[in-house]
């Protein structure tokens, strides 16, 4: 066989939205939600890593947003990748999302790595404006699955 095999992958999205509280009980639950997504369609993008960075999206949203509205996570499966989305209703934009600190992280502080984590592991990132406040959301690629020789 030339060039690389790939398993099938869907031929078109597939996406959940789910209405989280605004508390710190939402990470739990987003993370589940995105490793059940991944994991029911044997989807290649990396699980571990957008749990990971579904749940900084969460957690920022929960801590710097006022008030009980609800938070949204939608997650979109694509044959290329997958992308999470978490809305909230603060219009401001995220800190430095797509314009990295200048600043190091203070390495005794326990918070301020979200978004540098989610800018150095996601292949893109961004927020855009909603209706009703904004939307911040980062893809991921499929991982293309490991050749084994047969035995």
Known sequence: MNGTALQDRPSASASWRIALPHSAAAVPVARALVRTALAELEHGAD?????????ELVANAVEHTAGDTPIELVVELLPTGCQVEVH???PAPPGHLTQPDTRDPDPWQEHGRGLLLIRALSSSCGHRPTETGKAVWFRLPVVPPQWHPSL
């Not at 699980?47 to 749940?55: G, Y």
């Open 88 to 90: 909230d209703p603060d």
């Open 47 to 55: 699980s571990d890593t957008a749990e990971l960075l579904t749940a």
